[in-house]
């Protein structure tokens, strides 16, 4: 039997669009109970038990058995060394990869990550102190299932931001490492690394142990026990985010060729099979070309059962009246990855509000934004870009306001805060600010 790829086709010219569109949409964040439970037993025992629950659950869920957490650790000499044995072309890939990201996250920092005050006219100094968090954590997945540009994209906006202490976590199943992941820690600067993973690593992370030093911070991705633990870690450490499945939305007015916005569809949906790829075009023969690319090219991808499965349970071609309506649905979805595949996509982009990376015109593929654009590939999902930005070095950061209150100043704002103060029935504010008020 052949096996198939087809994505819903949906018009917004038809009467049940919108109930369609909803579920087609329609993604539930809840974790299984059993998951929730699971999570919660073995955060409590790390925060009671500390290296001995680390160590059991290691050898129960990754089958690596060590007599210490701190025979786990990797050493910066075994990074370095896994480095070293890349094969050139790798070696510069990795390189070549962490200087774009560097590069961006300094400019990012030097637009809105420094420190500023200002006087106001009685002398009153007001600004804002920007420090860097003391020591983050990032949790890699690990692997077969191995990611070394989470890697980069974690650990360099750390770094960049000023970071002094930066942990890795990755699970390592049965002792398996994986060489590209290790030379990325090395490349991006990652300062201790254990081969510790799942709501065991995000749980010492989050407690700290004898050997696993408490963060103030943890980002990176994993699976629905890493999820569901960081979900109730938080409050006691900063998260990222937490992610859902991934997503492609793709904005083409039909001047792009079409064997190219499938295989970006591809990009997404070989992921996972929850990944959700959509098309939006008001060129009726244009989204027919691209079904005609995705049946002759499933075929060639290794990973063509996932890649089926995520587009004929959650991918759709929506024909639109134009663009301008293709636009505003795209703002309503607010996708992760949003491809602008036009040859005016900069008359587009003011249009566009809600995108976790906008990526525009035809040569602008998504995947170049995932390993070495620049920009970092940690992005919201499942329609939090509404009010949620990509990480940054502003992660990495915090805030703290600055009021030097000068004596002449004291004497207006004494008596606007005394005011107010005794408006509100607190006292002791409003006589503290007439104490400093001149007689």
């Not at 890699?140 to 990611?147: E, I, L």
């Not at 992941?181 to 201790?192: E, Y």
């Not at 499965?309 to 759709?316: D, F, P, V």
Request: charged share 25%; glycine share 8%; hydrophobic share 45%.
């Amino acid at each position: 039997m052949t096996l198939q790829a087809a994505p819903l086709r949906l018009s917004t010219a038809s009467k049940t669009f919108e109930a369609d569109f909803a579920a087609r949409l329609h993604w539930s964040a809840d974790t299984d109970a059993q998951i929730e439970q699971r999570v919660a037993d073995i955060l409590a025992d790390v925060q009671q038990r500390g290296d001995a629950a680390v160590l059991e659950y290691t050898a129960r869920f990754d089958g690596l058995d060590a007599q210490s957490v701190s025979a786990l650790e990797l050493r910066k000499d075994e990074l370095k060394a896994a480095f070293e044995g890349l094969n050139d072309a790798q070696k510069h890939a990795l390189e070549a990869a962490a200087r774009r990201v560097r590069s961006y996250h300094e400019a990012q920092k030097k637009a809105n990550g420094e420190s500023w005050s200002y006087r106001d006219e009685d002398g009153t100094l007001l600004g804002q102190k920007v420090t860097p968090l003391d020591r983050v954590g990032i949790y890699v997945p690990g692997g077969k299932a191995a990611y070394p540009s989470s890697v980069l994209m974690n650990a360099i906006p750390a770094q960049v931001a000023g970071v002094e202490d930066i942990i890795m976590v990755v699970p390592t199943p049965r002792g398996e490492k994986n060489a590209l992941v290790l030379a990325a820690a090395h490349v991006a600067g990652v300062h201790r690394a254990f081969t510790v993973g799942g709501a065991q690593a995000v749980a010492a992370l989050a407690y700290g142990t004898a050997t696993i030093p408490k963060v103030d911070k943890i980002t990176g991705p994993g699976n629905a026990y890493v999820a569901s633990a960081k979900k109730r870690v938080f409050g006691m450490v900063g998260i990222d985010m937490i992610a859902g499945p991934s997503e492609i939305l793709v904005l083409a007015d039909g001047t792009t060729p079409p064997e190219w916005v499938a295989m970006d569809l591809f990009s997404q949906a070989e992921h996972d099979e929850l990944a959700q790829s959509i098309l939006l075009s008001p060129d009726a023969a244009y989204i027919d070309a691209v079904q005609r690319e995705i049946d002759r090219l499933l075929p060639e991808m290794p990973r063509r059962d996932i890649i089926a499965r995520s587009l004929n349970g959650r991918g759709a071609l929506i024909l639109t009246r134009d663009m301008h309506e293709a636009c505003a649905i795209s703002n309503r979805i607010a996708p992760e990855h949003l491809e602008v595949s036009s040859r005016e996509p900069h008359k587009w982009e003011p249009l566009l509000k809600h995108a976790g990376a906008i990526f525009l015109g035809a040569y602008t593929s998504e995947s170049l934004g995932d390993y070495c654009a620049g920009p970092n590939h940690v992005l919201p999902t499942s329609g939090t870009a509404r009010f949620s930005s990509p990480l940054g070095v502003y992660d990495f950061q915090k805030r703290s306001s600055i009021i030097e209150v000068s004596e002449a100043g004291a004497q207006v704002l004494g008596k606007i805060a005394a005011e107010l103060a005794y408006g509100e029935g607190l006292q002791g504010h409003a006589r503290a600010a007439e104490m400093r008020l001149s007689k």
